[in-house]
């Protein structure tokens, strides 16, 4: 359900008259070469779109508004060859509403020290044109990425694709909408927010349904399609015997189907991008969604579990950031702590909910029935298993009331200390960056909320221009965190934003 190639960016380059036909075309030769190898680039997701180069303010304004009505246009990369005098951009860059990056790179890698003349030095300037360009961006406060070096540089396509990467979720955010079962878990804070704010900040829409809307489409679900499913679930996973066709609690997994099929379909029919659901709010539903919720995750939905739809959003965005690079995303909660001597760790789970694309590569998942102690519905079917291992990064956004803030925590997944035969969840093993004492003080200083979007494949990069494109706070704990400094970087930051809207 995520195609990034249905994406453009696209490649901008600006200039001027004054240097004639011959050196325009010249330059026009060079920004389609440059753009063709983006586009190829295994780097950057996306198309990657030459446009004419941009000589006059009209021409650039122009673009700018195509860019904006374009449906698949989700971004542009910008370079100055030559010098593109920046007052000419006031106009186009003031009017665009689609995050861009501004790449520092030079067509010739190299300068041909015996041969070098004026002719090359004034079509090689970017060296000071992309400064001039760099001043207006400023001057207005735009904020873009800025990438520097060689432009057949691995390092440098690999960074321009983390902020593809990004703008993607950035546009997949805009219009999607998240379908809420239920409300808020009661009493809980950080699940809440202004969802108006949200959706004036983000883009996406959140639309609450009484589970009844849930029920009915659960009780619809077509016989053949649950038949088809619980199929696809004795194929897929390693399923306890008592579940089986003729096993004393089969009737238990075809609920789970049917539950699976009720919410594909609402969601399909919906065009939903993102879910949540509340185990106190389960009327008419005989379990608590636990395998359907795991698959829907591992098919490209957002999830949050107690009206949770901050994070269902930022599990779907994250999604789509890291949509065919390996390791998954999943909705996450900090569980349970193991403090030792080799160093305190993390207990990552949930009550049932975590997606299957982060499972470790070793068998088939299992698929049980046990009994869960909250909630009191009949035993959810759920999905057990232990996660990847290797860097992982978990993410929170949370309303401040005045405005949105981002955290994530860089943290390393290791295997258990033991096996856990008797957890009946799916679970990851952590050491968060650089320690326990220091990111858990740290994230609690920043209001950090229980639930996290937890991946392996996206960065704190991918996180920090996604933000960047949202224009809220990013606050990043990692190897170089110290508590004292944390924390005054949130006073700073408070004051920041608070200012930011008059500057
Ligand atoms: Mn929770």
Not at 24 to 36: C, D, G, W
Not at 337 to 348: I, P, Q
Not at 399 to 428: C, K
Request: hydrophobic share 45%.
């Amino acid at each position: 359900m995520i195609d990034l190639k249905q994406y453009e960016i696209w490649f901008v380059t600006g200039s001027q008259h004054l240097y004639g036909p011959k050196t325009l075309e010249t330059v026009a030769e060079h920004s389609r070469a440059i753009a063709a190898a983006f586009d190829a680039s295994s780097h950057i997701p996306v198309k990657v779109v030459f446009k004419p180069v941009l000589t006059t303010p009209d021409a650039i304004r122009e673009l700018c508004l195509e860019a904006n009505s374009s449906k698949s246009c989700i971004g542009l990369i910008t370079w100055m060859h030559t010098f593109s005098p920046a007052k000419m951009w006031i106009a186009g860059l003031t009017l665009l509403k689609k995050p861009f990056a501004h790449l520092h790179t030079q067509y010739s890698r190299e300068i041909p020290w015996s041969t070098i003349d004026m002719d090359f030095m004034n079509l090689n300037q970017s060296a000071h044109g992309d400064r001039e360009f760099g001043f207006i961006g400023s001057r207005l406060r735009l904020e873009r990425k800025v990438v520097v070096g060689h432009w057949q540089d691995d390092e440098v396509q690999s960074q321009l694709g983390v902020w593809a990467r990004a703008a993607s979720a950035w546009a997949d955010w805009q219009g999607a909408k998240i379908a809420r079962f239920g409300d808020n878990m009661r009493d809980v804070a950080v699940t809440e927010g202004d969802k108006v704010e949200a959706q004036i900040k983000f883009g996406y829409d959140v639309y609450g349904y009484g589970i009844g809307d849930l029920v009915k489409a659960v009780n619809e679900a077509n016989e053949a399609d649950v038949e088809k499913m619980v199929q696809a679930y004795l194929d897929e996973y390693d399923v306890m015997p008592s579940l089986q066709p003729g096993g004393e609690r089969n009737a238990s997994l075809r609920e789970g189907a049917r539950i699976e099929v009720g919410m594909r379909n609402f969601l399909q029919a919906g065009n939903f991008k993102a879910f949540t659901t509340t185990f106190e709010d389960l009327h008419g539903l005989a379990q608590l969604p636990g395998l359907a919720v795991q698959r829907l995750m591992r098919d490209g939905y957002g999830f949050g579990a107690e009206g949770d739809w901050k994070t269902s959003a930022l599990v779907r965005a994250m999604k789509v950031m890291s949509e065919g690079m390996k390791g998954g995303v999943s909705f996450m909660e900090d569980y349970t702590y193991h403090f030792s001597a080799s160093g305190d760790k993390v207990l990552g789970a949930h009550m049932l909910e975590i997606c299957e694309s982060i499972a470790a590569p070793f068998g088939k998942p299992k698929l049980e029935i046990l009994p869960l102690s909250i909630g009191g519905k009949a035993d959810p079917v759920r999905l057990i298993f232990d996660s990847l291992t290797g860097p992982a990064i978990g993410a929170s956004i949370m309303d401040m009331g005045q405005r949105f803030r981002m955290v994530a925590n860089v943290v390393d997944v290791i295997p258990t200390d033991e096996p856990l035969p008797n957890l009946p969840v799916a679970r990851a093993l952590w050491l968060p960056r650089p320690n326990l004492k220091v990111a858990a003080a740290a994230w609690i200083y920043a209001g950090g909320a229980h639930h996290t979007s937890f991946s392996y494949s996206v960065t704190a990069e991918h996180l920090q221009d996604f933000a960047d494109m949202a224009g809220i706070e990013f606050l990043l704990i990692d190897e170089n965190t110290r508590v004292q400094e944390f924390k005054e970087k949130l006073r700073w930051n408070d004051l920041y934003f608070h200012l930011s809207k008059g500057l």
